[in-house]
């Protein structure tokens, strides 16, 4: 049996990143890590059930990667989302999918694309 993947995406700035995925989607911080105080950081989040790890170390990851996180209610998120006036990020609508989900991307501060959606049940 598998259990759940944990993504790894690459970062470059460790104050963007963490004002983005602490500050403005509101994860919480799990762990960081250094092998020492001048080498690249690695941390892990987690927001719900969703767990993130974010790498500065080269060849962990490519940026540009994306993944897919489930949310109750994405067009709600969204709006939360709108409302913290992010000068770094402003979500549109989500979008209705063919394949029968509401979806939303956004841009984190490395090129990584996080897809929040929701189950269409309209």
């Not at 602490?22 to 799990?30: I, Y």
């Not at 994306?66 to 000068?87: G, S």
């Not at 979500?91 to 694309?113: A, F, V, Y």
Request: charged share 30%; hydrophobic share 35%.
């Amino acid at each position: 049996m598998l259990g759940a993947p944990t993504p790894i995406l690459r970062s470059f700035d460790e104050t963007k990143t963490r004002r983005f995925y602490l500050d403005f989607l509101g994860f919480e911080l799990v762990f960081e890590h250094r092998f020492a105080p001048d080498l690249p950081l690695y941390l892990g989040l987690r927001s719900g059930d969703c767990q993130l790890h974010l790498s500065e170390h080269f060849g962990d990851c490519s940026p540009g990667a994306r993944v897919r996180i489930p949310v109750d209610d994405v067009r709600a998120f969204a709006a939360a989302l709108r409302a913290k006036n992010y000068e770094n990020a402003r979500p549109g609508e989500p979008e209705r999918m063919d394949w029968g989900s509401w979806e939303l991307t956004i841009h984190d501060p490395s090129g990584n694309r996080l897809t929040f959606y929701s189950e269409a049940d309209d």
